[in-house]
């Protein structure tokens, strides 16, 4: 769907691909279509790159020993032992939590981590961050931004960073100042790539629109993170 402001200075191009996940219930829990408004021309929202992961992005019929009975605990979700360590992952020793992307527009997301265990929803959603916060194998349990959590396999998650607005409307400025130029405005619901972030601000980049926003309207990165690290 696209609309245009008549007689006005800005555009607004509305984003045609589904957003979020759709429950296998049919129950709709995911994010509703992202749009963003840019000064003084269209901005495609929603088409997203493929991240460096190496790995074939289909899961493969068979992965050798069958599932375990129970699903292993993903710990804590703020990524620390009991005695306050970093905790790191058992297989990749990647530290967890962690925010990664969705690799593919569709991703079934099982209650364990094995093909044995029941498929309950699937995402729809190429690029959309979710965090990282158990492994098993090849398997790794994840949550999203409604922390609504499941198991996928691996090669179908990319370590490239994208952030989620979860703001009514968040705004975009030239510099990482509340008084500087406004670049654009997104819309909650919009899906952008991870540029720079410092303690406060991160560096955007929504379907061509760049700009600074602040971390509390962004779903994807933690207060105080600095990215590139």
Known sequence: MRERIAGAMMCFFRSERGGGARRVHRRWAGLRNGAIMAIAGLVLLGATGRGEVSAQATVPAQLGAPAPAQPPGG??????????????????????????????????????????????????REGLPVRIIGEHGDWRQIEDSDKASGWVYHSLLTGRRTVLVTAEVATLFRRPEADADVAAMAEQGVVAHLRECNRDWCEIDAGGAVGW?????????????????
């Open 75 to 124: 710990g804590g979700s703020d990524g620390l032992s009991p005695a306050g360590a970093l905790r790191l992952g058992p297989v990749t020793k990647l530290p967890l939590p962690r925010y990664v992307s969705l690799r593919a527009d569709e991703i079934n997301v099982r209650r364990g981590p094995g093909l044995t265990y029941r498929m309950d929803w699937v995402f729809r």
């Open 213 to 229: 926003v602040p971390k509390p309207v962004l779903w994807g990165v933690d207060p105080g993170e600095l990215w590139p690290r």
